[in-house]
Nanobody, 123 residues
Framework: QVQLVESGGGLVQAGGSLRLSCTVSGRAFATATLGWFRQPPGQEREFLAAIIVSGSRTYYTDFVKGRFTISRDSATNTVYLQMNTLKPEDTAIYYC????????????????WGQGTQVTVSS
């Protein structure tokens, strides 16, 4: 059974940083594609970044380039999202997701999801 467990959310002031973690179990981490998404209040879930674990190829949506960085640690089956220069509009529930196919950016392309972690950025 595939499980994704996120951690690292919280309350931060604008301009601050957070690092989210997501630990994957139940299926081969080495062949996974892992993504980070978020869902602001009252809005749809949106893609942020993805990484192919083997080879570490990454893909970002434009509005996080230069502020967010996705990475992985294969020793601990963990994917990270480092978020810098946070803004109040980054307030959302953040989710990690997994698939065992090519890299993708639509939530509909990911079959496995974590429970989400709340990030709140105060002004």
């Amino acid at each position: 059974q595939v499980q994704l467990v996120e951690s690292g959310g919280g309350l931060v002031q604008a301009g601050g940083s957070l690092r989210l973690s997501c630990t994957v179990s139940g299926r081969a981490f080495a062949t996974a594609t892992l993504g980070w998404f978020r869902q602001p209040p009252g809005q749809e879930r949106e893609f942020l970044a993805a990484i192919i674990v083997s080879g570490s190829r990454t893909y970002y949506t434009d509005f996080v380039k230069g502020r967010f960085t996705i990475s992985r640690d294969s020793a601990t089956n963990t994917v990270y999202l480092q978020m810098n220069t946070l803004k109040p509009e980054d307030t959302a529930i953040y989710y990690c997701a997994a698939r065992w196919e090519a890299i993708a950016s639509s939530p509909n392309d990911y079959g496995y999801w974590g429970q989400g972690t709340q990030v709140t950025v105060s002004s």
